[in-house]
């Protein structure tokens, strides 16, 4: 059962409030495409790397189809906006939780964030 038609049952005379939802995507919300070597580690890290990527970005676009049958049965309105790392970042040094790297990716995120033209408002 959504927000609204909870509210609507237990206040039946007030109006439904807005629902906003921010999503921050700790990652790009793309992967960029990259020559993976033919052993099983670089095939499979790369295979996770691609599905979590996918099952984010269809996670987001579950979000909005649920926010827009939520509107369609009258149950209030429904706000998403979404962050991601922008695509053209770059990551300093190669390797996984280097500091220079997470230093890095909470900047950009901190400035992205901040920045209301960062936040998306339409389905990935």
């Not at 987001?60 to 906006?81: P, Q």
Request: glycine share 4%; net charge neutral.
């Amino acid at each position: 059962m959504s927000f609204g038609a909870i509210w609507k049952r237990m206040c039946p005379d007030a109006p439904v409030p807005t629902v906003r939802y921010w999503v921050i995507l700790n990652n790009s919300a793309q992967a960029q495409p990259r020559t993976v070597q033919p052993t099983w580690p670089s095939v499979i890290e790369r295979s996770l790397e691609i599905a979590v990527r996918a099952s984010t970005n269809i996670a987001l676009r579950h979000l909005y189809a649920m926010t827009e049958a939520s509107e369609l049965r009258g149950e209030g309105h429904v706000e998403v906006r979404w962050v991601a790392i922008p695509s053209t970042w770059k990551q300093p040094e190669a390797g996984v939780f280097k500091e220079s790297t997470m230093r890095s990716l909470s900047d950009v995120g901190a400035e992205a964030g901040r920045n209301p033209a960062s936040w998306m408002t339409e389905s990935p």
